[in-house]
């Protein structure tokens, strides 16, 4: 009769002789810093920028914030930048898969993988002034690497129409924190290829090439496609490196953002405001097609 009366109680019954309930008041205390940590510092400056992208500087509404938004230099700006994070991230998706297909299915001795993990995650956090002086120490005209090469291979690196300040240096600059960024996002990925796959496309007369197209690709596009989305906007919101290292020779939005913000001659708070919604809608988007391809891949992958 017990047993029985067991059987028929109510679900809500067992809430007190087990785990706490869902949204309990400690439940929302732990997760209340995080709460406002993204308010104070991502929901109110988005909403402060949206706000004032729509005002001139008497605070009265307007839409010249956004239409100069369409002058040549400031689309010139928006294109450079879209283009160098174009490349960083093809380019780094490209190099950190890879990487990560040669340290975990290379057969390359154990130590390699969290090697390659530990540098990966430190790598993908240095950027800014730090980074930038590494390149310029490296890579710049006077630079070891710039010296190395003119004096045992007499090369002139610069003499070759390469420049750290350009275009392609700020693409290589990079790519230091872009592909150590790709390998921890897609080793998960490739760890969840079976090897069962390849041994069944084998036994059916499939090539390595056959694998590729057939199977690993079709499950890792997801995967690959947000990753490059990831980069992309990754690249397009960094600053700090960028104007470390280039100061105002290239004309990237950041660079222009931060010169409208904090400038003494091209000063208009209002329009670094239209400039800057203009990359959280870029940056945004390419968020948001991350998210959707990770989801998908995760339920593919179920």
């Given at each position: 009769m017990s047993a029985s009366s067991d059987t028929m109680s109510p679900p809500g019954s067992r809430l007190s002789s087990g785990k706490p309930q869902r949204g309990s008041i400690l439940s929302w205390l732990g997760v209340a810093p995080f709460l406002l940590f993204a308010l104070l510092f991502l929901i109110l400056p988005t909403a402060l920028l949206m706000v004032g992208a729509f005002q001139d500087a008497q605070g009265d509404f307007t839409l010249g914030n956004i239409i100069r938004l369409f002058e040549p230099n400031i689309l010139s700006a928006y294109q450079i930048s879209l283009e160098i994070s174009a490349a960083s991230a093809i380019l780094?998706?490209?190099?950190g898969l890879a990487l990560a297909l040669a340290a975990i299915r290379g057969g390359l001795p154990a130590w390699i993988r969290p090697t390659l993990t530990t540098f990966s995650g430190v790598a993908s956090n240095f950027a800014g002034i730090p980074l930038a002086f590494a390149f310029l120490s490296t890579l710049g005209r006077m630079g070891l690497m710039t010296m190395l090469l003119r004096k045992y291979l007499d090369f002139?690196?610069?003499g070759s129409g390469f420049s750290i300040l350009s275009f392609a240096g700020l693409t290589l600059t990079y790519l230091y924190f872009q592909v150590p960024l790709m390998?921890?996002?897609i080793a998960p990925a490739v760890e969840g290829l079976k090897d069962e796959w390849r041994e069944a496309c084998e036994s059916l007369?499939?090539?390595?090439?056959?694998y590729w197209r057939h199977i690993a690709l079709?499950?890792?596009w997801?995967?690959?496609a947000g990753a490059a989305l990831l980069l992309f906007a990754n690249a397009f919101g960094a600053v700090a490196t960028a104007y470390a290292l280039t100061g105002s020779s290239l004309n990237i939005v950041t660079i222009l953002l931060y010169a409208q913000i904090h400038g003494d001659v091209l000063h208009d708070q209002n329009l670094g405001y239209a400039l800057a919604l203009g990359m959280v809608l870029i940056t945004g988007s390419a968020n948001a097609g991350y998210i959707w391809l990770r989801k998908r891949s995760h339920r593919e992958a179920a």
């Open positions: 780094g998706t490209l190099l002139d690196l610069y390998v921890l996002i007369g499939g090539s390595g090439f056959a079709p499950v890792l997801p995967s690959l």
